[in-house]
């Protein structure tokens, strides 16, 4: 999970696209390093141009991080993978799916469409740049192109490096795969590989620093992100694994505390907030699922109007990332709790409430898994 939390800034193709705040420190220190290169030689820029150049430059860079992480997601979306967002980070970019891919196939082919797109970029900005300067245009117009065909040769490079979760060690994975038939030995493989980048990464970033390079930092914490993310995708796949199967009305508690929309504030506070220290509640009807009342809403209300004022004028619509059906994957549901950074889910069928699954309860359950080894 990226820290900081992101805004939304649109879809394409269907995806919701985000940025998330540590992006904007990646856009501030790209557009100063390279508003300064503009300057020197051979470029010699005016402090002006160079800056706008440098905007510019650092803008497209990021559009193509966008594109490479597209091609990821729509090779996914042909292959019946669907993916949730989008977000750009200090790091790049990644695509969030909804669940690993079925087979070798298909991870190679999504591993491989976005170092494809990366290195289609390069030859497309290079073209580009070669053409305006066969036209004799203003090296203010033509210098960003040959920077931003180098940046995107070199991205597509860089996510080769066969080290999971990289591109290249999806592809290492694979073929893995492939070879062995069996994805978790796979990816423990490539997951091993890719912390091996990481160390290498790190070993570079402080031999770096300390022949007085301070660009060597950016190194040590690529390679520390990189080492995070094979850890954690190895776990999240022996996660799967321990859950394979197991559905969410096979662990849910099926008796759920509610609250009927006739109550008053008063009541649902001393009946139920004080009596249970819960801090939000299904709000139910007939048995059918109304929304949710929280101690958030209830806070909005004027304490001298909590008599007067009833659950259903308060409570909020229940949206669809806090609830899940039944028949579900335990995994998808912890999944989906640990994206909405949320401690349960409720358990919804036809509109009707049936039961209620925690955090608790799937961690519970892979503890007592792991102690049997089953």
């Given at each position: 999970m990226?820290?900081f939390?992101?805004?939304?800034i649109?879809?394409?193709?269907?995806?919701?696209?985000?940025?998330?705040y540590t992006?904007?420190?990646?856009f501030?220190?790209?557009?100063?390093a390279l508003?300064?290169?503009?300057?020197?030689?051979p470029?010699?820029l005016?402090?002006?141009?160079?800056?706008?150049?440098?905007v510019?430059t650092?803008?497209?860079?990021?559009?193509?991080v966008?594109?490479?992480?597209?091609?990821?997601?729509?090779?996914?979306?042909?292959?019946?993978?669907?993916?949730?967002?989008?977000?750009?980070?200090?790091?790049?970019?990644?695509?969030?799916?909804?669940?690993e891919?079925?087979?070798p196939?298909?991870?190679?082919?999504?591993?491989i469409?976005?170092?494809?797109?990366?290195?289609l970029?390069?030859?497309v900005?290079?073209?580009?740049?070669w053409?305006?300067?066969?036209l004799?245009?203003?090296?203010?117009?033509?210098?960003?192109?040959?920077?931003?065909?180098?940046?995107?040769?070199?991205?597509g490079?860089?996510?080769?490096?066969?080290g999971?979760?990289?591109d290249?060690?999806?592809?290492?994975?694979?073929a893995?795969?492939y070879w062995?038939?069996?994805?978790e030995?796979?990816?423990r493989?490539?997951a091993?590989f890719?912390?091996g980048?990481?160390?290498?990464?790190v070993?570079?970033?402080?031999l770096?620093?300390?022949?007085?390079?301070?660009?060597?930092?950016?190194?040590?914490?690529?390679?520390?992100?990189?080492?995070?993310?094979?850890?954690?995708?190895?776990?999240?796949?022996?996660?799967q694994r321990?859950?394979s199967?197991?559905?969410?009305?096979?662990?849910?508690?099926?008796?759920?505390?509610?609250?009927?929309?006739?109550?008053?504030?008063?009541q649902?506070?001393?009946?139920?907030?004080?009596?249970?220290?819960?801090?939000r509640?299904?709000?139910?009807?007939?048995?059918?699922?109304?929304?949710?009342i929280?101690?958030?809403?209830?806070?909005?209300?004027?304490?001298?109007?909590?008599?007067?004022?009833?659950?259903w004028?308060?409570?909020?619509?229940?949206?669809?990332?806090l609830?899940?059906s039944?028949?579900e994957?335990?995994?998808q549901?912890l999944?989906?709790?640990?994206r909405?950074?949320?401690?349960?889910l409720?358990?919804v069928?036809d509109?009707?409430?049936v039961?209620?699954?925690?955090?608790?309860?799937?961690?519970?359950?892979i503890?007592?898994k792991?102690?049997?080894?089953?």
């Amino acid at each position: 999970m990226l820290p900081f939390g992101s805004i939304r800034i649109g879809r394409i193709l269907g995806i919701n696209v985000e940025i998330n705040y540590t992006w904007f420190v990646i856009f501030l220190l790209v557009t100063v390093a390279l508003t300064l290169t503009f300057q020197e030689k051979p470029y010699q820029l005016s402090p002006l141009a160079s800056l706008v150049d440098g905007v510019i430059t650092s803008l497209l860079f990021f559009v193509s991080v966008l594109l490479h992480e597209l091609c990821h997601s729509f090779v996914a979306r042909l292959n019946g993978i669907p993916i949730k967002k989008i977000t750009l980070f200090i790091f790049g970019g990644v695509a969030q799916m909804s669940r690993e891919p079925d087979n070798p196939g298909v991870e190679f082919k999504m591993a491989i469409a976005g170092p494809l797109a990366s290195f289609l970029l390069a030859l497309v900005f290079g073209l580009i740049f070669w053409l305006f300067q066969i036209l004799g245009l203003n090296r203010v117009i033509v210098v960003p192109f040959i920077f931003l065909a180098e940046i995107n040769l070199a991205l597509g490079l860089f996510n080769m490096a066969p080290g999971f979760p990289l591109d290249g060690g999806r592809v290492l994975r694979a073929a893995l795969w492939y070879w062995y038939h069996d994805l978790e030995r796979a990816t423990r493989i490539a997951a091993g590989f890719g912390q091996g980048v990481a160390g290498l990464l790190v070993l570079i970033g402080f031999l770096s620093v300390i022949m007085g390079n301070l660009g060597g930092v950016w190194f040590i914490l690529l390679g520390w992100f990189l080492n995070q993310a094979a850890q954690a995708s190895y776990k999240q796949l022996v996660l799967q694994r321990s859950l394979s199967g197991i559905k969410v009305e096979e662990i849910m508690t099926r008796e759920v505390q509610t609250v009927e929309p006739s109550l008053t504030i008063d009541q649902v506070v001393n009946e139920h907030f004080l009596r249970y220290k819960f801090g939000r509640f299904p709000v139910v009807e007939n048995g059918r699922l109304l929304g949710v009342i929280t101690l958030h809403d209830v806070k909005e209300i004027p304490r001298e109007s909590w008599s007067i004022t009833t659950v259903w004028e308060t409570m909020d619509p229940l949206e669809e990332h806090l609830k899940i059906s039944p028949g579900e994957d335990a995994v998808q549901a912890l999944m989906q709790m640990a994206r909405e950074e949320v401690g349960h889910l409720l358990v919804v069928e036809d509109d009707s409430l049936v039961g209620l699954v925690t955090r608790t309860d799937i961690i519970k359950l892979i503890k007592v898994k792991t102690e049997l080894g089953v």
